[in-house]
């Protein structure tokens, strides 16, 4: 059934920033978020993860509507990952990675085998396990976000998403980070929903595309369809070229 925003209407800081979204998020898939910057993008993907109550409209789970959900037995299903997260000062990486347990740690009791267990298959996930000991400040920007992406996989849940993850990384670590959330999905059919900014790499990563626009849904589906040059001129007033990418048959966007 996937992830579904039905007459999605949010309000932030006092401004109605969603307005009516309607959108179905495949299962098993990489969903990408794109559109201009203010369009809403973060806002979409708080409201999916729980953490914005909606005005109006509702956003359900698997057919559970969000609203009807613990905390907890949420947090055990989807798993959110905010833009430019900070880590407590002198936190190792293995203690953030640690954190991602929280959800199904019962009170007053240490991590049992299964929560080791989670928290080093997401850390060989990553390749982040020679640096459990580092703290977190001392690692590059790459390897930052392989261990805040290694928490949310310790989490252990269906869902992932990831706000702007790539946000700050030089190309190569944007690669590097996109490759391995193509990874999870494709060896460990996570269902992922990512906003990004790059629309070529969004183009060759996600296998369904969501645009929004001043709050709203302007497009959706296989990345072919979404980003054409009539697309791009609808989404963006970006006049652009699409070309089919020679290494990996995916749009590659020339803007004029």
Excluded at 34 to 47: D, E, M, Q, V, Y
Excluded at 97 to 110: I, N, Q
Aim: a positive charge; one cysteine or more.
């Amino acid at each position: 059934m996937g992830l579904r925003a039905d007459n999605l209407s949010v309000n932030y800081e006092m401004q109605r920033v969603l307005k009516g979204v309607d959108v179905v998020l495949p299962k098993g898939r990489v969903t990408a978020v794109i559109g201009p910057n203010g369009c809403g993008k973060s806002t979409f993907l708080r409201a999916l993860g729980g953490l914005l109550r909606p005005e109006r409209g509702r956003v359900s789970l698997d057919g559970e509507d969000l609203a009807a959900l613990s905390p907890a037995h949420l947090a055990r299903r989807l798993g959110l990952l905010p833009q430019a997260p900070l880590a407590p000062e002198g936190l190792r990486v293995g203690e953030l990675v640690a954190r991602g347990r929280l959800p199904w740690l019962r009170r007053f009791r240490p991590l049992s085998v299964t929560d080791h267990q989670a928290i080093t298959r997401a850390m060989v996930a990553t390749d982040i396990e020679a640096l459990r000991e580092r703290p977190v400040e001392a690692l590059s920007g790459g390897q930052r976000q392989r261990v805040w992406i290694a928490m949310v996989l310790a989490q252990d849940t269906g869902w992932q998403l990831f706000d702007e993850p790539t946000t700050w990384l030089d190309l190569r670590h944007q690669l590097e980070v996109l490759r391995l959330v193509q990874r999870l999905n494709r060896c460990e059919g996570r269902s992922v929903v990512m906003s990004l900014h790059d629309i070529s790499l969004a183009a060759r990563f996600a296998d369904h595309i969501v645009a929004l626009r001043d709050g709203r849904l302007v497009a959706e589906g296989p990345p072919a369809d979404v980003i054409t040059p009539e697309g791009l001129l609808r989404i963006f007033d970006l006049e652009a070229d699409v070309m089919t990418d020679p290494h990996h048959g995916t749009p590659l966007v020339l803007p004029r």
